[in-house]
C-alpha cells in the first residue's frame, strides 16, 4: 500500500504508516465512505433483465418505464389489465433515481483521485 500522506510503500497490515506515522486505518474508512454506493445495482437473481437494463443507468430506469406505460396500456386498450406493469414502473423508477445517484458518487469519487485523495 501507498501511503497516501507521504506517499511511501507501506506494508497494509499496518494501521499506521511507518514512514510519517499517519492513521491508514481513518484513510481506509474514508475511501470505503466515499466508494460506497458506485457499484452495479442488482435487485436479486429473479428479475435478471431488468437488473441488467438497471445497470445501464438512469436510461436504464427510464426504459423500464417506458416498457410498463407502453404494456400496460396496450393490454388496457385490449380490455385486460396486468399486475406486472405497475411493479415494472416502480423499478424503473427506482432504477432511475439510484442511477442517478451513483453518478453523482461516481463524480465525486473522480473528483477525489483528481486530487490523489483516494488510492
Known amino acids: 500500500m501507498i501511503c497516501p500522506m507521504c506517499k511511501k510503500e507501506t506494508p497494509s497490515v499496518l494501521s499506521f504508516c511507518e514512514h510519517c506515522k499517519a492513521d491508514l486505518r481513518e484513510y481506509s474508512r474514508k475511501r470505503d465512505k466515499l466508494m460506497e454506493g458506485t457499484g452495479e445495482f442488482d435487485i436479486g437473481s429473479?428479475?435478471?433483465?431488468?437488473s441488467k437494463i438497471l445497470n445501464l443507468g438512469p436510461i436504464g430506469g427510464i426504459i423500464l418505464m417506458a416498457i410498463a406505460?407502453?404494456?400496460?396500456?396496450?393490454?388496457?386498450?385490449?380490455?385486460?389489465?396486468?399486475?406486472?406493469?405497475?411493479?415494472?414502473?416502480?423499478?424503473?423508477?427506482?432504477?432511475?433515481?439510484?442511477?442517478?445517484?451513483?453518478?453523482?458518487?461516481?463524480?465525486?469519487?473522480k473528483k477525489h483521485r483528481a486530487r490523489g485523495e483516494v488510492d
Open 69 to 109: 406505460v407502453i404494456w400496460f396500456f396496450a393490454a388496457f386498450a385490449n380490455g385486460v389489465i396486468y399486475f406486472y406493469p405497475p411493479v415494472l414502473f416502480v423499478i424503473g423508477l427506482v432504477g432511475f433515481f439510484a442511477g442517478i445517484a451513483r453518478s453523482i458518487k461516481r463524480k465525486k469519487l
Open 46 to 50: 429473479g428479475f435478471g433483465i431488468e
